[in-house]
Nanobody
Framework: QVQLVESGGGLVQAGGSLSVSCAAS????????MGWFRQAPGKEREFVAA????????YYADSVKGRFTISREYAKNTVYLQMNSLKPEETAVYYC????????????????????WGQGTQATISS
């Protein structure tokens, strides 16, 4: 089992920045990749970014490239998502997820590619 606890988020004006973090515990040695998704009310869960746990390869949704950065702090088994130049339409609950079963590279982009999920943290961007 892997447990994920998100923190951060909050309220920021358009153009501002927020950082969210996800601390992993339990069988962290089994993690293959970590991802961030977001879900706005009435919308499907949407891929934001992912990072291969050991290789460090990173993947971003086109809509966030150049503005968001996913990183890992090894000592704390924590993954961060730094979000800059935020837009009101990016208001959502942000979820982190862990994949423990190796899949093809493309699986990091879909919720079905992950095995464990955090509880989510709200990020609200005001206009």
């Amino acid at each position: 089992q892997v447990q994920l606890v998100e923190s951060g988020g909050g309220l920021v004006q358009a153009g501002g920045s927020l950082s969210v973090s996800c601390a992993a515990s339990g069988r962290t040695f089994s993690i293959y990749a970590m991802g961030w998704f977001r879900q706005a009310p009435g919308k499907e869960r949407e891929f934001v970014a992912a990072r291969a746990w050991n290789s460090g390869n990173v993947y971003y949704a086109d809509s966030v490239k150049g503005r968001f950065t996913i990183s890992r702090e090894y000592a704390k088994n924590t993954v961060y998502l730094q979000m800059n130049s935020l837009k009101p339409e990016e208001t959502a609950v942000y979820y982190c997820a862990a994949a423990t079963v190796p899949r093809n590279v493309g699986s990091v982009y879909a919720p079905s590619g992950y095995d464990y999920w955090g509880q989510g943290t709200q990020a609200t961007i005001s206009s």
